[in-house]
């Protein structure tokens, strides 16, 4: 018996298929989910959801968000998500490169924009990493 998963970010829907394992990045660390799970709902750390479907596995990164898991269903609802095999790599590289010099021309830390510049870096290291792990690993 299959579990549903349902990845979303702001603007579109990155995934959905019935597969057969979800591994979240959750708040209180990695969490696998299987069918007939308890019910939960979890933020979502910046990281990669894996999820596996007759022994295939499929990655998406996640920057921040909640997860829902139901017994029949596991609904994300990211701020941002992609499938790794999508990633742009140099216009990760290129983000994290403004990223970089906004932080150089000394932004106070107290500010937004800061933070802002902050979770762009986390999000475009996130992308260069999982991009090039990843696919490195599916084609060995």
């Given amino acids: 018996m299959p579990i549903r998963c349902e990845i979303v970010s702001q603007d579109r829907v990155v995934y959905t298929d019935d597969v057969d394992i979800v591994v979240l990045p959750g708040a209180g660390g990695v ?3 299987l069918p007939n799970h308890s019910p939960v709902l ?3 750390q910046f990281g990669i959801i894996t999820v596996r479907k007759k022994g295939e596995e499929q990655f998406f990164t996640v920057a921040g968000g909640v997860a829902e898991v139901q017994p029949d269903q596991v609904t994300v609802l ?5 499938n790794v095999e ?3 790599t140099q216009r990760a590289e290129a983000a994290r ?3 970089e010099e906004l932080l150089q021309k000394g932004v106070g830390p107290d500010t937004d924009q800061y933070l ?4 762009a870096l986390r999000r475009s290291n996130l ?3 999982a991009a090039q792990r ?3 690993s599916r084609r060995s």
């Fill in 134 to 136: 990843l696919r490195r």
């Fill in 86 to 88: 999508e990633i742009d």
């Fill in 127 to 129: 992308r260069i990493d």
């Fill in 31 to 33: 969490m696998g989910v």
């Fill in 78 to 82: 990211a701020d941002a998500a992609e």
């Fill in 116 to 119: 802002a510049i902050q979770a």
């Fill in 42 to 44: 979890t933020t979502l």
């Fill in 97 to 99: 490169k403004r990223a």
